[in-house]
């Protein structure tokens, strides 16, 4: 996922600069997590009238990118932060690239405590982490130490527990407050890690892991494994591909979501390995590509549903399910919305894994690879239609000129091009959408008012191919600095996958814009509300453009939507956090930020002010610079606000002034209506 996006990175940065000179139920308990995967918060304070007067209210920097030098290759602040109850010491509680956590104080920035687990930093793999969990003590005296805690699994796969109140590590739990799984001594920080935060409820901790999976034939298990809340003593683990032989992972990166009433945890599962040969992994693959139901307190399977059979693309599950009430005709259903990087909505009978709007099996192309069994046919939701085209034609084909429109044109027509999942052929083949989405792990935000989903969309065509045996030169994981194609030896297999975008010879994709959009998808109905380009290309080039370009950006991180109707979000590949109009996709409000927000943003409300907050840190992989600020936003406080007004107001009346004797003026000289002028006798 994270190398399709740096491949891309660069890809309209020649765009900006020929437009320069142109050719021609209820809802979770808000603050403290997001187990139904909603990005909501029911603040209403900052509303779509007022807030283009948001400003700047505080800036916390860790310091993780000054200490990121050396060994590690892509460091990446993508956390969101929580705000933690009054009686757990009512702290916002985020991690850093490097997972150490840090609580700070929701009305200053200013750092009340700090845990610093001392993982490894020698690993070229990214360094991220997207956030922390957080729980209460179901029993006992609340006083005493760790009766609030911090849950956090690190990028060498400890699971860790501290005192939400100080940050000291809960001496009960595990070995010192530390539970080593077993990926810790078994593998390296370089095959399998961690980027989600964990989930706990129910006195449970469920986690899943990020697995380097398309290296290797016969990669890591992806294993969810539970561990008791209090002690850390295991609980049950799930291994999405029990039974199956010659293969790995299928794992669970993205975030979990939870019904502990229900007593089930969801679980968006990835790609059996390797992501594009699948001859030694032959039928559908067991439970990858899908959404599984497990038992909270057994680890049992309850129900499972498959995205995609026997996936040659690299189409994992990409983001938590969003457990919602959807209007049944016979009253509310339990129900789970499920983003693809396929461009796809899934919504589901939470209970039992029922397609609530008709799921239909159809037939697509079979593979040309020697041994290699596609499966015949791929699911297709009826409704909500698709959120991207499911076939790219060469009448699809756009450029700046007729002159490289027509490249992009022979272009497309010389792949092999069957629509969404053609299988990869030693012919190049075209992937729309790549394996960057479609949706990826920022999800959707969920504005329960409207019942409307609005889901961030990459939208840009790749090309795969499979070369025969290894070649020399290439690469273990993501490509090298200045290289846009991905060129990797899927050990244990006959070939190694190369895998870029399709681009014009200008260096533009060869699809129209936008290349990154919102969608707001209408859940009840199953239509499409709105879309909106996400992201100006005037940043990418090697100088920025002083105006904006809104062609859509590659983007990742997720959005927030309030109850208000404002929906914020950053993402994109041009340094802005954005405000839209959840109501019909208007941008109301950006903000030019120090570097890139690849995080999903938060917002709570503190000593009667709301406050919204990201997480801008860049991404080393992406060319775009890194950065470590947390940055929180307000409207301007009372005083703040009537000083504004009064400034406002005397400008007003300046301009006023201004503009009348200037009228005057006007008048004057065109009609000799100025002042009479009496002569005087002399």
Known sequence: MDMAFRMLAGTVALASLLLACPTGSAEPATGTGDPFGWHH????QITPENVTRLQPAWTHRNGDMAAASGTPSAVSAQSTPILLPPQAGGSLVYCTPFNRVIALDPGTGRERWSYDPQVPRTSTRPYRCRGVAYAQAEQGDLAAACAYRIYTVTGDRRLIAVDARTGQPCEGFGERGVVTLLEHARYGLDVVGTSSAPIVTNGVVVLGSAILDFVYAEAPRGLVAAYDAVTGAPRWTFDPL???TGTGAANAWAPLAVDAARDLVFVPTGAASPDYYGALRPGPNGYANAVVALRLSTGEVAWSFQLVHHDLWDYDTPAQPILFDWPGPDGPVPALAQVSKQGFVFILDRRDGRPLFPVQERAVPASTIAGEQAWPTQPFPTRPPPLLPTRITPDDAWGLTSWDRGRCHDAIAGLRNEGLFTPPAEQPTLLFPGSLGGANWGGGAYWAQRQLLIVNINAAPFVARLIPGAVPGAQQDHPSDGKKKM???MQGTPYTVEVGPLLSPLGIPCTAPPWGKLVAVDLA????????PLGSVHD???????????????NLGGGLVTDSGVFFIGATMDRQFRAFDARDGRELWSY???????ATPMSYTYQGRQYVLINAGGHAMYHRGTGDYLIAFALPEARQASEEAAKERAGLVREADNLVGGLAMELEVEFGLGPTVVPVPE
Do not use: K
Request: no cysteine; hydrophobic share 40%.
């Open 540 to 554: 990418m080039g090697p100088f920025p453009l002083p105006w904006h370009i809104n062609w859509g950006t590659p």
């Open 41 to 44: 918060s029911p603040a209403t």
């Open 525 to 532: 109905g199953g239509g499409i509300a709105w879309e909106a």
């Open 242 to 244: 029990q039974g199956m």
């Open 592 to 598: 030019q930020l120090p570097v890139d927000a690849t």
């Open 487 to 489: 060129l990797v030896t």
